[in-house]
């Protein structure tokens, strides 16, 4: 079958991922040959080619060096958080407890949430004084006032809350499918053996899903910054940026200070950090799903 | 397994802890869309107070957000159409590909979607600006296809995987060529799986923000931008924002219990026990 079908099938395949691969590869090339030049788009005509300048204003760029650091804290702190969080749930949701099966779709709802919805969400929750998060801190008879939008340790507090909160599903149901590959008998034997389920999940469970945590932190690792949209709404990047990860100042770069050659300059030292990072994983991942 | 107090009592507190953290924002949202203005942060708030559907018959009425709607449907159901006619032929071929090329492929395609969506606003906004795309459902069409295409592929070659080869076999005996085979035998097979396909399609696209945000102005603007002109900056006037998140949500609430099962992405399907 495979070798009568071998024109037809590349037949098949070709015409997507030559369409990808143009609507991938051209623009980055173009993003690459705009960081080199100098451009303005008020005086399209005027283009000339200044090699690494672009890439020299980074290095005494104070906002483009804090703008890495939040972009690490925004990555590394969701990241970690939500698995954590993430494994911590998936193991109660594995145990058949009374609507574990109604929970378990529930808790997804988070993970489908339009990301400016999911900001707006969490400012109107947030509102000081009179926003849900008081009233839920009032009900545990704490009184909360402070604007945690408006300090820079707490603004950034909120976006990574906001973070967990959009990821933590997706990791839950992963780590539960992985946890759910555990064969039984191995908590049974466990448990013959006079283990209590506190350290037959210490001692099974958490060992046993943590290659599958490494995949996960990978994807996750691409997907937090995906978190644009929230930043826009709730703190604009601010307060004096320290919610102001790389892509965003890019975005501010490019579009609101229509300094496109620059905002090219960034996009590029974000996209070869983030690939090159996540380069090998992606071939593994493809490799398992295939089998080698 | 022994029973064991312990798992009940974790069971239970992460469960409720989580229930609160998750469900909070939205189910507070959802009352602010309901209060009168009056109610909308008296203290102790009003949860549950008389419900009024005001704010909802606003945002209805308001031009700009129900045609940013309109638009957010037609694009989003146009964005499933394209892309399902660009990565259902391709994912049957793959799939039907020695496991060394089905390898490289699937790299290739996971590789397409590895580079972050901020790279491709400037030369699609340079692009769409010379052949007038700008502001057109057409232009966001594209790009949103463009997206959702390598992890289109992915499922869906997937799903052809799981179509039993005899079945396949049987049918080009009978003389079937490769295209009839895939439409007359493994689509209709394979077709809950498209579906669930289609719908995670139809929410990305749904949700999209900075391509809609960076290429359009007035004419196309979907409705996960739109909302934002609901936001006060200063002030008390909540309702109508919560109102139109609830709307935007409400979509997509729905298709949760169907594609619960498909929603961890690529690495559900078999990279995770690795």
Redesign the interface.
Do not use: D
């Given at each position: 079958m495979a070798s009568r079908w071998l024109n037809e099938r590349w037949a098949l395949i070709a015409p997507a991922i030559a369409m990808l691969c143009a609507a991938t590869f051209i623009p980055i090339a173009a993003v690459l040959v705009l960081s080199t030049l100098h451009y303005d788009i008020a005086f399209p005509d005027k283009i000339s080619f200044v090699g690494l300048d672009n890439f020299k204003r980074l290095i005494s760029d104070s906002r483009f060096l804090n703008s890495v650091g939040v972009t690490l804290m925004l990555v590394v702190i969701p990241v970690g958080l939500q698995l954590l969080c993430g494994l911590g749930l998936a193991i109660a949701l594995k145990e058949k407890l009374i609507a574990t099966r109604w929970m378990r779709a529930a808790f997804l709802l988070p993970s489908v949430v339009p990301p400016a919805v999911g900001g707006i969400l969490w400012k109107l929750f947030l509102i000081p004084g009179v926003g849900g998060l008081s009233y839920l801190a009032s009900l545990s008879g704490v009184h909360l006032q402070a604007d945690l939008l408006g300090s820079r340790a707490s603004a950034l507090a909120a976006v990574i809350l906001v973070s967990v909160w959009f990821g933590v599903p997706i990791v839950a149901l992963l780590l539960l499918s992985s946890l759910e590959s555990i064969p039984d008998d191995v908590y049974e034997a466990a448990s013959i053996d006079g283990a209590s389920w506190l350290q037959a999940q210490w001692c099974i469970s958490i060992p046993l899903v943590l290659p599958a945590m490494g995949t996960v932190a990978v994807f996750q690792a691409l997907e937090v910054l995906g978190i644009f949209p929230v930043i826009f709404v709730l703190t604009g990047g601010g307060p004096a940026g320290a919610t102001e990860p790389l892509n965003y100042y890019a975005f501010l770069t490019g579009f609101t200070y229509l300094d496109f050659d620059y905002s090219a300059a960034l996009l590029v030292v974000f996209t070869c950090t983030l690939v090159c990072a996540c380069f090998w994983s992606i071939r593994r991942i493809s490799a398992g799903r295939v089998g080698s | 397994?022994?029973h064991?107090l312990?798992?009940?009592v974790?069971?239970?507190a992460?469960?409720f802890a989580?229930?609160?953290?998750?469900?909070?924002?939205?189910l507070?949202?959802l009352s602010?869309s309901m209060k009168r203005p009056i109610e909308m942060?008296q203290?102790?708030?009003v949860i549950v107070g008389e419900p009024s559907g005001q704010h909802y018959a606003a945002i209805i009425a308001d031009k700009e957000f129900s045609s940013a709607l309109i638009n957010s449907i037609i694009v989003s159901m146009s964005t499933v159409v394209l892309t399902m006619a660009?990565?259902i032929?391709?994912a049957?071929?793959?799939s039907?590909?020695?496991?060394k090329a089905?390898?490289r492929?699937?790299?290739?395609?996971?590789?397409?979607r590895?580079?972050?969506?901020?790279?491709?606003?400037?030369?699609?906004?340079?692009?769409f600006r010379e052949i007038h795309l700008i502001d057109t459902r057409l232009g966001l069409i594209i790009i949103n296809t463009?997206f959702a295409?390598?992890l289109a592929?992915w499922y869906l070659s997937?799903f052809f995987d799981q179509v039993p080869?005899e079945v396949?076999?049987a049918a080009?005996m009978d003389g079937a060529?490769?295209?009839q085979t895939?439409v007359l035998i493994s689509i209709p097979v394979a077709r809950s799986g498209i579906a669930a396909t289609g719908i995670l399609i139809f929410?990305g696209s749904?949700?999209e923000?900075?391509f809609a945000?960076?290429l359009t102005r007035d004419e196309a603007k979907t409705a996960?931008?739109a909302?934002?002109n609901f936001?006060p900056f200063e002030g008390t006037d909540?309702g109508r924002?919560?109102a139109a998140?609830v709307l935007?949500?409400a979509p997509?609430?729905i298709?949760?219990?169907f594609i619960?099962k498909y929603?961890?992405?690529?690495?559900?399907?078999?990279?995770?026990?690795?």
């Open positions: - | 397994m022994r064991n312990a798992r009940y974790y069971g239970y992460v469960c989580f229930a609160v953290f998750l469900f909070s924002p939205i507070w949202t602010t942060f203290w102790p708030p660009l990565s032929p391709a049957f071929g793959i039907h590909l020695q496991k089905m390898r492929l699937l790299t290739l395609v996971l590789l397409l590895a580079a972050p969506g901020m790279i491709y606003i400037i030369p699609y906004f340079l692009l463009m295409t390598p592929i997937s080869r396949e076999e080009i060529s490769m295209v895939m929410i749904w949700n923000f900075l945000l960076t996960a931008v909302i934002l936001m909540w924002a919560a998140c935007m949500l997509i609430v298709f949760v219990p619960k929603m961890a992405g690529p690495t559900t399907i078999g990279a995770v026990k690795g």
